[in-house]
């Protein structure tokens, strides 16, 4: 699901042209909840574990509560991925990965059944994973969002797509 940040319009809200007002967002909003939410109920219940347990050690706790932060730390970088268009181009951002394209570089944007995430076919003959938009939680707004950044790649690159 896409999400907005400020001074970003949320995907699918289409300007004059029909096309999504640039600046925007794509990211697995849902997906990104449950993981952060996740995350934070681990480093909760391991940190009152750890003030709550009269027998640990002062050594004890702060493994509990550093495995909590460890934990909220993977999930916070598993809810990390999101892909930034704007008028020059785009900006994916995967797990531990940051790559700025052109939109001339984006020949295609391909979401095909069973597809984890995007994949965006590039103009040095490579493919780049985009996982920003995954249609695990949110399938529809998944579609829906890979079909609005296929839209901007066709208007504002090369023009040619495929499914």
Known sequence: MSSSTPGREPAGRPGPDGLPALPVTFRP???????LSAGVAVLATLTILAVVLPSLSPA????????????LGVMALLSRPRIDADEEGITVVNLTARRRLSWAEVLRVNLRPGDPWVHLDLADGTHLPAMGIQPGVARDKAIADARALRALADH????????
């Open 60 to 71: 004890e706790r702060s493994s509990f509560v550093f495995t909590g932060l460890l934990g």
């Open 156 to 163: 504002h690159g090369s023009g040619r797509t495929a499914d």
């Open 29 to 35: 909003t849902r997906t990104r909840v449950i993981l």
